[in-house]
């Protein structure tokens, strides 16, 4: 599967942006996707993720009550609808067709290309 991110930008803290991931080849469907990032000089770290159906979903702690993961499969796209961004959100973000059953527990299939988000105070 083929992933795409798209939706970044520059914005002020405390604004709100939606980033969307458009998927191609294998059926969408099938996988548990979620959304990662990588801010500068630092690893790539877990966001958010979705299990098949969208009904059961993660967010790290730093996320938690502010982001919001959804998925649409008649369109083979996942969103991250992002709220009250801090600057340090900033970061590129990624999104992935995976396998999750925890916000620590699981694996990446395929990373999609990643938008940058830049959040400024």
């Known amino acids: 599967v083929q992933l795409q991110a798209s939706g970044g930008g520059l914005v002020q803290a405390g604004a709100s942006l939606r980033l969307s991931c458009a998927a191609s080849?294998?059926?969408?469907?099938?996988?548990?996707m979620g959304w990662f990032r990588q801010a500068p000089g630092k690893e790539r770290e877990f966001v958010a993720a979705?299990?098949?159906?969208?009904?059961?979903?993660y967010y790290a702690d730093s996320v938690k009550g502010r982001f919001s993961i959804s998925r649409d499969n008649a369109k083979n796209t996942l969103y991250l609808q992002m709220n009250s961004l801090k600057p340090e959100d900033t970061a590129v973000y990624y999104c992935?067709?995976?396998?999750?059953?925890?916000?620590?527990?699981?694996?990446?299939?395929?990373w999609g290309k990643g938008t940058l988000v830049t959040v400024s105070s």
């Open positions: 992935a067709a995976m396998w999750v059953r925890g916000i620590s527990n699981y694996a990446v299939n395929y």
């Open positions: 080849g294998r059926s969408f469907s099938i996988y548990d």
């Open positions: 979705t299990r098949t159906s969208g009904g059961s979903q």
